[in-house]
């Protein structure tokens, strides 16, 4: 039997992979799970009120394109959150949640050629790795883009050579950043706004952790790209409930853009698509019209900062995050770091090479850990102190 080969030089999934690494070996103390991003502060009270109140929605395929009170309520958020005004009904598309969506976009979206060559990708390195599949299965080439220190955590597609950019059909981009934490501020968005313009491709932002954040709400790439007069088609952007507002299991995110790219993601969905559950809709109506729940969560979130800091902030390298719920901690290599802190102490954290793709025989992220904050508070500090003393000492 024949099998593609598009996805036959794909790494193994990072969680997979880190089984194998530490399942192996006892823990060092009592477990600590600092892997993966799943948040565990509690989502909101009004939730199994709202679920019981529609439940006879199970009892009905739900709307493939998302509820008109939905679709009025992220539009209505994306006003007050960017002051950009969206068509409800033309411009955004519920989803189940952003993975489909960043998948899926590129389905919809990415032409077979461009320019009569095969399109690029891009993606920064390290990435969510939803973005180089959905490349690979379009038939594109993935791009890996250094994010590093030296790049301020964010990839410099500019730095990129004529030849590939001209045949650029997608770039996309998260901010705040997973795994660093780095914000692309206005600046930084216009600079790549006007560069997809110059090369006419599309933007996908994954803008998932944009209300887990310190001080200063981060700007969005449709609020830059509105400001700039760009094409009405230059961006999508992508959200989630999962962060925001503490319901990863929800499965609930949106897409929002120009009403063609919007049009055709639909169109896709009307054959492939899953929509949301009725109930689970209302849930989402109700999360994105409310913020008092967000805003209690970022408190949570920027206690856990202060932690981070007073624990980690003399350790030479450290850069506190600016956003999301993620260490990107420095050590000599991610690998034996991870296993040592397992096996001394039960704390279970990421190598950051398992979220990256080696260019030219460089690994972004191989010297660094991913340390997920999502933990209860006393929990989250017990990990950290242990951490901070097996492998940068007292």
């Known amino acids: 039997m024949a099998f593609p080969e598009r996805f036959s030089n794909l790494p193994e999934y990072a969680f997979p992979r880190l089984r194998k690494l530490l399942d192996a070996y006892a823990p060092g103390g009592p477990v600590v799970h600092m892997t993966i991003g799943e948040p565990r502060h509690p989502f909101p009270a009004w939730v199994g009120d709202v679920i019981a109140d529609s439940l006879e929605g199970i009892g009905r395929y739900p709307a493939n394109d998302g509820t008109p009170e939905l679709q009025t309520a992220i539009a209505a958020w994306i006003a007050r959150r960017y002051g950009v005004n969206v068509s409800a009904d033309r411009q955004v598309l519920p989803l189940n949640g952003t993975r489909e969506g960043l998948f899926n976009a590129c389905f919809a979206l990415c032409p077979e050629t461009k320019g009569g060559k095969v399109p690029v990708v891009l993606m920064p390195n390290p990435f969510y790795q939803v973005y180089a599949v959905a490349a690979l299965a379009v038939g594109a080439e993935p791009v890996y883009v250094a994010a590093t220190a030296a790049t301020g955590d964010l990839p410099d597609y500019a730095s990129l050579p004529p030849e590939i950019l001209e045949r650029v059909s997608i770039a996309y981009l998260c901010s705040p950043a997973n795994p660093q934490g780095a914000v692309a501020d206005a600046g930084w968005w216009r600079d790549l706004i006007a560069l997809a313009e110059r090369y006419d491709f599309q933007i996908f932002a994954d803008e998932c952790y944009s209300e887990l954040y310190r001080d200063t709400p981060p700007p969005g790439a449709l609020e830059i ?39 055709r993601m639909k169109q896709l969905r009307n054959y492939a698509g899953a929509p949301l559950p009725l109930p689970l809709q209302a849930v989402a109506t109700r999360a994105w019209s409310d913020e008092a729940h967000v805003e209690e969560n970022r408190a949570l979130y920027r206690a856990k900062y202060a932690i981070a800091d007073d624990i980690f902030g003399d350790v030479p390298g450290y850069t506190p995050p600016q956003a999301g719920f993620f260490l990107w901690l420095p050590v000599a290599d991610g690998e034996a770091a991870a296993l040592t802190l397992w096996r001394e102490t039960g704390v279970r954290v990421l190598p950051g090479a398992y979220l990256a793709r080696a260019v030219d025989g460089v690994t972004p992220g191989a010297d660094r850990l991913r340390v997920a904050m999502v933990a209860p508070e006393d929990e989250m500090r017990d990990g950290l102190t242990r951490l901070r003393s097996c492998l940068y000492g007292e």
Do not use: C, D, T, Y
């Not at 230059?234 to 990863?248: A, D, E, T």
């Open 225 to 263: 790209a509105a400001q700039m007069g760009a094409h009405p088609e230059r961006v999508v952007i992508f959200h989630s409930l999962s962060k925001r507002s503490n319901m990863p299991g929800l499965r609930s995110g949106f897409a929002a853009g120009g009403p063609e790219s919007i049009a």
